[in-house]
Nanobody, 126 residues
Framework: QLQLVESGGGLVQPGGSLRLSCVAS????????IGWFRQAPGKEREGVSC????????NYADSVKGRFIVSRDNLKNTVTLQMNGLKPEDTAVYYC???????????????????WGKGTPVTVSS
């Protein structure tokens, strides 16, 4: 059973940066595309970014393009989301999820995710 644990969330001022990590255990991460999703209060969970199993492909939601960067280190079983230029509308709980197929994640579809972490909260406020 694949288990995912997110970390790195917190409170940051507008324009600031945070680095989220998703660490996997139980199975090798390189079988899965890994997506980052977020859910703000009262809203549906939405796709933010995804990286393919070997790191060759990435995709980003339009709202974060040019500000967020996703990367992975399969030897360390870790996927990282570097978030720069944070805005108040980025406030949400951020989740990582694993897609064994890959294509669904790269379409930022939450329905493709088989395994979820418990999330890490990000608050962007002055």
């Amino acid at each position: 059973q694949l288990q995912l644990v997110e970390s790195g969330g917190g409170l940051v001022q507008p324009g600031g940066s945070l680095r989220l990590s998703c660490v996997a255990s139980g199975r090798a991460l390189d079988y899965y595309a890994i997506g980052w999703f977020r859910q703000a209060p009262g809203k549906e969970r939405e796709g933010v970014s995804c990286i393919s199993d070997n790191g060759a492909e990435t995709n980003y939601a339009d709202s974060v393009k040019g500000r967020f960067i996703v990367s992975r280190d399969n030897l360390k079983n870790t996927v990282t989301l570097q978030m720069n230029g944070l805005k108040p509308e980025d406030t949400a709980v951020y989740y990582c999820g694993a897609d064994p197929g890959g294509r669904g994640c790269l379409s930022l579809s939450r329905y493709a995710i088989n395994y979820w972490g418990k999330g890490t909260p990000v608050t962007v406020s002055s």
